[in-house]
């Protein structure tokens, strides 16, 4: 780290804890002072990380904040229980009272604020996950439900072409710092054990991943001989590291490859194109499934998370809602109900590759099949023509289904189809979706989101720069385009329309003469 | 023009013509060759220069494509007529015939080729608009319709802060090269005149300007000493120049202004608030709305179109929706009418920042009070928040927007709220919109705009790279990424994924052995 990554100064905002009733609840927050004597309290996905004076020490990790509460609670109740196990017994754990103080950020109606019992009901019937291996105790608690803010993930990881452990440790914080719920390592080239650990160690979010991966070059990318047991022996490895969530292409069966095999573009979901080579050669029925229910008892014993992966998902408009996929989206809903009765939470996945007029059939019947589980979607991209911008098709479609009422989006960059996303494009991607994911929570009438826009809007009409920077989702960036062309952050107009023409400066000026 | 801006080839791909039956119609395309043999022809927005062997020449200007038909009707008619008198009086004219043309581009089905009648029947009935200066015989003609391609436009011009003519000349054709329907001219600083004289004699898209910031500038800058006598003057003088389109903030009124000034933003429409000032200090009525016949009257001389102004377009997600839009929205329908009764062509300009829940009723209504007229709007933005990738905030409210029924929308550059749009900044909002536009093409169904998506992704199912690029929006950033990271144009697998994980690769190998 020689540049100082995360530096809440240059925000004139520092980071601040909001303490709850249960022991060792005490929730990170940003606040930014504007310059009128306001402040702002911003959800705030850097950690520690963005506490004045802390000094990162990659080799060392970062401070295990919820070990605590893990380790109390394998001691009192004798093993461990699920953050869904707790919420059907009616228990608020920490970690809900967290999320509730987290997730009320913006919220001026007391009467609107989120309650920790909110918090325990959503999971308890499926509707959120909160989850946390207890082995990640490095991350802080957060939500996905569609009660809540609407979360984004980054994914990052090398790929056989390119990139090293530090440039994936590098790429996750900077996801984080920009706003990223989550991360996704889905390294597929060299050095997968010990890239993950050293994002797992680092990152204050939950860390998700997709075991079929490392499972397959284990057996040297040698699709026909994956099996049960080396995929377990990955999925148990990858849950003692203290991954969060993790993909299971469990939904994808036999009987749907007809279907797939028939589409423009075929199966597009890297599993699912390794598990349906796999049943092809081997004219079995895919081994996450017929295994699904072992799947839930490991993925029980560190309260990991499920997130199902679609393996069928369409890779092309064409393709989009056909019978492949909405084939496997029914069987997601029926492992979701399995995993549910194992106390594992769940989360679905989706697509993909959708026209607009298309995107709403796909949230309906999620919420259908899969009985209100929170839905994460890759996108969906709303046209196929858009390379080299796909971070833009998809914010689109994103923000159309966040708004129907997708819990989380999966980003996606400009490199998509393309190449593997740098530090930049990670950047870019985590911006653009935040802004997606915020432009959902305000059309759905979170409560507390319009605050920021408000506060925002405010300073523009009153030139306050600065605030107008800080409140921006990537103040750097805003800062810049201003100040190349103005280099004055105290102007009552800006670079674009000059004095003259300032449409709000001369709205003032009549005010002023009334 | 030291670089070639326009050249086809290396797209693989050449300028065609299509003829029509009327004298003089021949249509430029963009005919793609693509791998497989097959080809693909798309509308095209750069004019004779995609021609192989064409020398721009700025100083001369481009061809007179339209010279002959103009000149012959007025000898033959004894006078200007404007295309929406030929429509109702049922003859179709070249312009017309041409647009038929070029809208059919991708369409298979014969039964579903956009017909000249129907297009003199969108004109006839108000619903679409062929904007074209009769001293502006430079560009090809396009219409603007919910029935046909959504179009975009692109903003250029200077700022009393920078910017230069060869400047602004070169934004107009970056525009035009990236796919820009239609470019504005919204100069307010110095050589106002010039700049406009340069890009229209060199710009094969129309153009459209606000002509109150002329007349403003030649009062120097006092928005009091505006006049009726001094807006005409610099009206004419840009009708003989050629400009296509004007945007005349005729409907906000008096009555509007106490809902405006109450507002968050108050109000962000440069003429609106210049108009607004002027009403306030000589305590009359709006001068564009007094003479608006008069205004008709004029325009229709040169068979040019008004784009009537939303002077109180919504600022911020606070004011969206409110009394001051929706009342000045309903003046605007009223205007419109009294536009179509002097037989001149008018759309209508619409938000904004808009929520995305609020987004369907500005659609609705403007359908209801302008009769249907074309909409044409500035995004809607979807957030306040996203100084720096305001493209994408307005990318997501636009798609949706156009999906809805607008038939234009106007581009938001990454500079938007902060500086001036450099050329960089010109080719990513234009590339934004496209993508936003073609989006909404799609899920309206409209017949010939995914079968350019389906040629893209059969090209990435049979790892067809050239095509990939030449197919993309932005062929030569897909190329540039792709060829960053692997450096070969024929490999079956791309660098994000590497060629063990590729998933299309995998599921090939299945259908191999069946």
Redesign the interface.
């Known amino acids: 780290m020689k540049e100082k990554l995360f530096d809440l100064k240059k925000d004139n905002a520092k980071r601040i804890y909001i303490k709850g009733s249960l022991p060792g609840v005490e929730v990170g927050m940003k606040e930014i002072e504007l310059q009128n004597g306001e402040w702002i309290v911003l959800y705030d996905t850097s950690g520690v990380y963005a506490e004045e004076g802390y000094e990162p020490d990659i080799e060392k990790g970062l401070p295990k904040l919820r070990e605590r509460w893990t380790k109390e609670r394998i001691e009192r109740d004798g093993g461990v229980k699920t953050q869904l196990w707790y919420a059907k017994n009616g228990i608020v754990t920490p970690e809900m009272e967290y999320v509730a103080i987290r997730e009320s950020q913006g919220i001026t109606d007391e009467a609107e604020r989120i309650t920790p019992e909110t918090v325990r009901k959503e999971i308890a019937e499926g509707r959120a996950i909160l989850p946390g291996n207890r082995n990640h105790p490095e991350a802080e608690p957060m939500i996905i439900g569609r009660k809540f803010l609407v979360k984004i993930n980054a994914n990052i990881g090398n790929?056989?072409?390119?990139s090293g452990i530090a440039e994936e440790v590098e790429k996750a914080l900077w996801a984080v710092k920009w706003g990223a719920d989550t991360v996704m390592d889905l390294s597929?080239?060299k050095d997968i054990h010990q890239t993950r650990e050293a994002i797992l160690r680092n990152t204050p979010v939950p860390v998700g991943t997709v075991p079929i991966?490392q499972a397959?070059e284990k057996v040297n990318?040698v699709?026909e001989d994956l099996s049960w047991e080396s995929f377990r022996e990955t999925l148990l490895e990858q849950c003692e590291q203290g991954v969060d969530y993790f993909t299971i292409h469990a939904g994808i069966l036999r009987e749907h490859?007809p279907h797939?095999?028939g589409r423009?573009?075929?199966?597009?979901?890297?599993g699912?194109?390794?598990l349906?080579?796999w049943m092809?050669?081997h004219h079995k029925e895919n081994f996450l499934y017929t295994h699904f229910e072992e799947i839930c008892e490991i993925i029980r014993q560190y309260d990991a998370a499920f997130s199902l992966g679609d393996g069928l998902r369409p890779?092309?408009?064409?393709?989009a809602n056909d019978a492949a996929q909405f084939g496997e989206l029914k069987t997601l809903g029926e492992l979701a109900r399995i995993a549910r009765k194992h106390d594992v939470q769940v989360i679905i996945e989706g697509p993909g590759?959708v026209?607009?007029?298309k995107i709403r059939e796909n949230m309906d019947l999620q919420l259908q099949y899969c009985d209100e589980a929170p839905f994460y979607t890759l996108g969906p991209l709303?046209?196929?023509?858009?390379?080299?911008?796909d971070?833009?098709?998809s914010?689109?479609g994103g923000?159309?289904i966040a708004?129907y009422g997708t819990a989380m989006l999966c980003y996606v960059t400009?490199?998509?189809?393309?190449?593997?996303p740098n530090r930049d494009d990670v950047r870019e991607g985590v911006?653009?979706y935040k802004?997606?994911a915020?432009?959902?929570d305000?059309?759905?009438?979170h409560p507390g989101a319009?605050r920021?826009?408000?506060a925002?809007?405010?300073a523009?009409?009153d030139f306050r720069w600065r605030d107008?920077?800080n409140?921006?989702?990537?103040s750097e960036?805003?800062r810049?385009?201003?100040l190349?062309?103005?280099r004055n952050s105290d102007a009552d107009y800006?670079?674009?329309?000059?004095?003259?023409?300032?449409?709000?400066r001369?709205?003032?000026?009549?005010?002023k003469?009334?």
């Open positions: 790929s056989a072409l390119g597929t080239g991966y397959l990318g699709v490859l797939a095999l423009v573009t075929g199966i597009v979901s890297r699912g194109s390794i349906a080579k092809e050669h890779g092309s408009l064409a393709d590759h026209p607009m007029n709303v046209a196929d023509i858009g390379a080299g911008y971070h833009i098709t914010a689109i923000a159309m708004w400009t490199k998509e189809h393309l190449a593997l911006v653009t802004l997606a915020h432009a959902a305000v059309a759905k009438g319009a920021r826009d408000l925002m809007s405010r523009r009409y107008q920077f409140l921006s989702l990537d960036r805003a810049k385009f201003h190349e062309m103005i800006c670079g674009m329309c000059g004095p003259h023409f300032c449409a709000m001369i709205t003032k000026s009549i005010k003469q009334d």
